[in-house]
């Protein structure tokens, strides 16, 4: 909304998160869990965003990675699929890079996405900590005559490689 964008739907599985949003949002639909979410249900966007859980990635965890039961990005990307938005906004913990980031941006480069992970610390928008978060963009527009166009240099993946401070900031 900050942004000038209206926000059309929502997922989200916890209970008490879901109040929260019901609150602040209470004319959006909502699903509570985004593999029972119907792709014919959803409108047309812009941007899919989405925080998909970081319990399979985290230090803070077992770090199952795509075996853990919690590992969702196929369920988004799935709604991604789609709904075929012009633009993608993921966000995860530093963890992700070496478990499944290469996974999940060859899944979207397969729709025709050019993809940049980057990561950025909280304290880059003024937060207190440092707090490493991996956000992976996702854009579409290079669709011709129903073909999408390869872009002549991709961003290489190893650039999202985390800076060490000697903090681990993925405590999620």
């Not at 000038?4 to 609150?23: F, S």
Request: aromatic share 6%.
């Amino acid at each position: 909304e900050l942004a000038g964008m209206e926000i059309v739907a929502q997922v989200e599985k916890d209970a008490y998160c879901q109040q929260i949003l019901t609150l602040r949002w209470p004319d959006v639909p909502k699903w509570g869990d985004i593999k029972e979410v119907r792709i014919e249900e959803l409108p047309a966007v812009d941007l899919v965003s989405g925080g998909f859980p970081c319990q399979p990635f985290s230090v803070a965890g077992k770090r199952g990675s795509t075996g853990d039961d919690r590992y969702l990005w196929p369920s988004m990307l799935r709604i991604i699929e789609g709904v075929r938005p012009r633009w993608v906004l993921g966000e995860n913990v530093p963890g992700i890079i070496h478990l499944a980031l290469d996974q999940v941006c060859a899944d979207l480069e397969g729709l025709g996405y050019e993809v940049w992970p980057v990561v950025l610390p909280a304290c880059a928008v003024d937060a207190p900590h440092r707090r490493d978060r991996v956000w992976i963009v996702a854009h579409a527009d290079r669709c011709l005559k129903g073909r999408w166009q390869q872009s002549e240099r991709r961003p290489d993946r190893r650039d999202a490689e985390p800076a060490r401070d000697g903090a681990e900031g993925d405590t999620d």
